[in-house]
């Protein structure tokens, strides 16, 4: 592996930018006034917006997306595919109720944004195949994070970080695969 990403995107709805929890979104600086997005490896979440997360809302083309137990697994098995026809290493997953973390390895430098884009997208497909097309017309929100992980140490804490998650519907790491 040449590079190790710790990615991370919510499902439709359910975590939005100004979200009271924190969030990772596009800010502007306030001296430069330039455009931003604080993602780096161990950068903490933006504080709560309420007026910005009050926008995402009312933005909101149908309800939000809560993956099922079934769902979940479904999106899991997919994710271990989309990485296995890939080529790339998956290093740990968790899909939870809300949101999925994914700590994958590649060859070369791919850009993040192309592995994030194929985990939701054969993702979506699955899931409407199985369990038809939410009303918002997409399981996941646009975007999510994409975290480059530097060293073997970072490594390490974003793997244990995912498979310690609290209330996950899958965890799945490769020892535990037997396909």
Not at 18 to 24: L, P
Not at 119 to 141: A, H
């Amino acid at each position: 592996m040449d590079r190790c990403w710790f990615l991370t995107w919510t499902t439709y709805g359910t975590w939005l930018p100004g979200d009271g929890r924190g969030s990772v979104t596009t800010i502007r600086d306030e001296e430069t006034g330039e455009r931003f997005r604080p993602n780096e490896y161990g950068t903490p979440y933006l504080p709560p917006m309420r007026e910005l997360e009050n926008a995402a809302r009312g933005a909101m083309r149908g309800n939000p997306v809560w993956l099922t137990q079934s769902m979940a697994d479904a999106a899991a098995q997919q994710f271990v595919e989309t990485g296995r026809f890939r080529g790339w290493t998956l290093l740990a997953l968790a899909v939870m109720a809300n949101h999925v973390h994914v700590v994958v390895g590649v060859m070369g430098d791919p850009d993040p944004a192309h592995l994030l884009r194929d985990f939701k997208s054969y993702g979506s497909r699955t899931l409407n195949r199985k369990f038809g097309v939410p009303e918002s017309g997409t399981w996941w929100t646009t975007g999510g994070s994409k975290r480059i992980l530097p060293d073997e140490n970072a490594v390490s804490a974003a793997v244990s970080y995912v498979l310690r998650q609290e209330h996950p519907l899958v965890l799945w790491n490769p020892q535990d695969d037997h396909g």
